[in-house]
């Protein structure tokens, strides 16, 4: 989850990493929306003038503020007068229910990526908000585990708040019915939301930006969005994701649902989708993906480009490290980087580039060995084969490979965005 | 605001509405004649003979300052310390002042109870009765509601330290060298004058005393322009309170230095009154510290889980129930059971113990000072009425005195000057 203490006094950086200045407020605009987006950051540049960074103009925010624009194409954001400022205006202010009863200050304030934009979710007025801001936070949690009493988050939806008057901040509903939103990133936030706030948030997101949101989440998170939704909507979304990773909700799922979304499906996608449910999840064949370059045997650099760009399949390639080769049978007859590729001479034959009787696995392989195989020969994806067909079914990228040997615990240790 | 029903002479209403801004800067200033700060004086004037005067009269113009600023500030904001410190530095700084409050004030707090224990036994009862007995009692009275009243008696038992003054006039000092040693400035460079002259600051200008000024000004609603009475308020009462403070240290320099009594228990504290009480000095030294000593353990408990609460948006106040207030009372019993408990430890040298809290109290002025300062110079809070130029200076000379009397002290310790 992202705080705005976690934003507050940091450097913002531009696009060639040049130093924009550090952070000291955030405005947001829009606030009769539920979550307001961030309109801008105010920044002190290290002449000590104070520069507005537009929304647009913000790559992301955490681990580190870095902008999309270097500092020469930055234009100022120029305040319209109606925006908030979070740190000044909201941050540490005492905050009172509907009836006048002081409920605490504002700790923290809870930010999220929500599609292309950050906005304000939520106030953190919880003990963990205070501890993050006294800077030991994991200081504070070990101790309340240690307790056998785990220090809460305790944040309060933003659109509880009503910030109009000038101050004290006014909870719109009585203390004693505040929702509370537990931490998460923004597709936990739409889990655990009421019904109509999390409606009006997932209309806000296209289907490929819930896809994506849903890709970072753990599986219960998946699920519990995905029940969410109506069955169209959801299938729609799954068309989005990658088929492996569909086949993974869909495997997490109960089988009467994930029916349901397989027939709401369109076809072609749906059967991808089918042909990995049927491997177990540890496999080569349940991790793989059947999105990837595949191309003719026998063409040219110059015709093999063309046709790449015309295939549906390298369309969806997420990474496209190598090109595979196959017959008319669909058998794998080879490979090319896509280094080579492009570096060879157009019109001559490609053989000498192509490895022409590459390393592969079967779809029953273990996700461990496949981890092996493809640190052993220093592979950056895995094709994966029909054992007795040799027809080439899918492949492994290294990310899905790694997720196997990497202990979970430190994976949740690497940085995380949104 | 004001409702015009009643039609007073004019004179009768300036003289109701003077009563009714008065108080605050009476009730710190008789404060400073509290259990700790009697026996710091006693302790002062019979080690050190009128050698501390000087720092009476220093300490007079630090109060005025100190206190006037805290005055203002509740005016202008309407607001407590705790709320603006937590609004214009956040929460760590927050968070450091209120760690320093709150071990002033506990040091405060048990050094009216040590003041119980010593007033009491002078009278042959042990403090393992009376001591439990003065925290039921101030509990029982402040929880009840029914404090106000008793307040004004109380207040009536401190006029016991007038005694020292008509006693001053019997025992006819030489005035001379008291007007000599008032204005000139002694400096003996040994640990205990330091400490006793850091007791002497810190039983003055204490950090409770700005917490408690301010919230009252801000309770009350003085606008600005009934401001002036209440910066009148302020100044009669340090005058008041120092005098006071001054004829103590008259009275036993006169009285115990000049026979080398040196100060160490309330037995010999209380001969100083003999001149005027004979055989019953023991009686009138007993009201006079009991009665400051209960007063002073009602408001300290209150004032600090007041500003901790407000510091942190708490709900607070004794018209709370303790489910809805948990913290707030936790603190206010905390302080006074802790209290109870080490003043209970047989053989502590309660005089020492009184004096030793003060100099804390001295040692920790500076951090909250820096903050006032600070807070009282921003126009953004203050508008026009931020510090004068020459109101900082005197401000900044008495942290920065206070702040290398403190060093000083360490230095001296550290280099084993006794």
């Known amino acids: 989850m992202l705080y705005v203490s976690q934003i507050q006094g940091r450097q913002a950086w531009d696009a060639w990493s040049q130093p924009v200045g550090y952070c000291v407020d955030i405005l947001v605009s829009s606030l009769e929306e539920p979550f307001p987006p961030i309109a801008a950051l105010v920044v002190r540049t290290p002449e000590g003038q104070q520069d507005f960074i537009p929304a647009s103009e913000i790559s992301f925010l955490y681990p580190a503020i870095v902008l999309t624009v270097p500092l020469e194409q930055h234009v100022a954001y120029q305040p319209t007068g109606d925006e908030l400022w979070l740190v000044d205006r909201i941050l540490d202010r005492q905050i009172v229910d509907t009836d006048g009863r002081r409920v605490v200050r504002v700790n923290d304030l809870q930010l999220a990526r929500v599609g292309t934009r950050y906005c304000l979710t939520g106030v953190d007025v919880g003990t963990l908000g205070l501890l993050r801001r006294l800077g030991i936070e994991r200081l504070g949690r070990g101790i309340g585990k240690l307790l056998g009493k785990p220090v809460k988050t305790r944040v309060i939806p933003w659109e509880d708040v009503a910030p109009l008057q000038d101050e004290p901040l006014r909870l719109k509903v009585s203390r004693d019915r505040i929702v509370q939103l537990p931490p998460a990133d923004i597709a936990a936030i739409l889990s655990s939301l009421d019904q109509h706030t999390s409606e009006a948030l997932l209309q806000s997101l296209s289907n490929a930006e819930l896809a994506d949101a849903l890709e970072e989440s753990p599986s219960d998170v998946q699920i519990a969005i995905l029940t969410q939704m109506e069955p169209e909507r959801a299938a729609d979304v799954l068309e989005e994701m990658g088929p492996d990773e569909a086949a993974d909700v869909l495997a997490d799922l109960p089988d009467e649902t994930s029916a349901q979304l397989l027939e709401l499906m369109e076809d072609d996608d749906a059967a991808e989708v089918r042909s990995l449910l049927a491997y177990p999840e540890d496999s080569a064949g349940g991790i793989m993906t059947t999105e990837f370059a595949h191309a003719p045997i026998g063409l040219t650099a110059q015709e093999l480009l063309d046709y790449l760009r015309h295939s549906e399949d390298a369309q969806e390639d997420e990474a496209m490290y190598y090109v595979y080769l196959v017959d008319a049978d669909h058998r794998l007859r080879g490979v090319i980087s896509l280094r080579d590729l492009v570096m060879a001479p157009p019109d001559v034959d490609l053989s000498p580039w192509i490895t022409s009787d590459p390393v592969s696995v079967f779809p029953l392989t273990k996700q461990e060995d496949v981890a092996y195989l493809m640190a052993k020969y220093d592979l950056l994806a895995m094709p994966v084969v029909e054992p007795e067909t040799e027809e080439l079914l899918g492949i492994v990228t290294v990310d899905d490979a790694l997720d196997a040997v990497l202990p979970t615990a430190w994976k949740k240790r690497l940085p995380r965005f949104f | ?418």
């Open chain 2, 1 to 418: 605001m004001v409702k015009k029903v009643l039609r007073l002479p004019s004179g009768l209403k300036r003289l109701l509405f003077y009563l009714s801004v008065l108080g605050p800067g009476l009730i710190t200033a008789s404060a400073d004649n509290d259990a700790p700060g009697i026996a710091t004086y006693s302790m002062a004037g019979s080690k050190y003979g009128y050698r501390f005067l000087w720092i009476i009269l220093f300490v007079t113009f630090g109060e005025v300052i100190v206190q006037e600023m805290a005055a203002r500030m509740g005016a202008v904001t309407g607001k407590g310390a705790a709320d603006l410190i937590r609004e214009r530095f956040g929460v760590r700084i927050t968070a450091f002042a209120m760690v320093c409050l709150l071990i002033g004030n506990l040091g405060t707090t048990l050094a009216q109870f040590a003041g119980v224990a010593a007033s009491t036994e002078l009278l042959g009862v042990t403090r393992y009765i009376t001591v439990p007995l003065a925290a039921l009692l101030v509990g029982f009275l402040v929880l009840r509601g029914s404090y106000d009243r008793v307040e004004k008696v109380l207040l009536l038992l401190c006029l016991a330290s007038l005694s020292y003054v008509v006693t001053a006039f019997i025992v006819k000092p030489n005035w001379g060298e008291v007007a000599r040693n008032t204005l000139l400035p002694t400096l003996l460079p040994d640990t205990e004058y330091i400490l006793t002259a850091l007791a002497t600051i810190g039983t003055t200008i204490t950090p409770w005393g700005i917490f408690y000024m301010q919230a009252s000004v801000a309770d009350k609603g003085v606008r600005m322009d009934e401001y002036p009475l209440t910066r009148a308020d302020v100044m009669v009462g340090a005058a008041w309170g120092n005098v006071v403070s001054g004829f103590i240290i008259i009275t036993t320099a006169a009285t115990l230095f000049k026979v080398g009594i040196r100060v160490d228990t309330a037995e010999q504290a209380a001969q100083a009154l003999a001149p005027l009480a004979g055989d019953y000095a023991r009686y009138l030294f007993t009201i006079g510290m009991l009665g400051a000593s209960l007063l002073a353990a009602s408001v300290l408990p209150l004032a600090t889980a007041y500003a901790v609460c407000e510091a942190f948006g708490w709900e607070r106040g004794l018209n709370q129930k303790f489910e809805d207030a948990p913290i707030f009372y936790t603190i206010y019993l905390g302080f006074i059971i802790i209290s109870v408990l080490v003043v209970l430890i047989p053989g502590l040298p309660l005089f020492r113990v009184m004096m030793l809290s003060q100099s804390l109290n001295a040692m920790l002025l500076p951090v909250l000072l820096v903050l006032i300062i600070k807070l009282v110079n921003d126009r953004r809070v203050m508008h026009s009425w931020a510090n004068r130029s020459w109101q900082n200076v005197l401000a900044i000379i008495l942290t920065v005195m206070i702040s290398l009397v403190t060093l000083a002290l360490f230095v001296l310790s550290f280099l084993g000057v006794a």
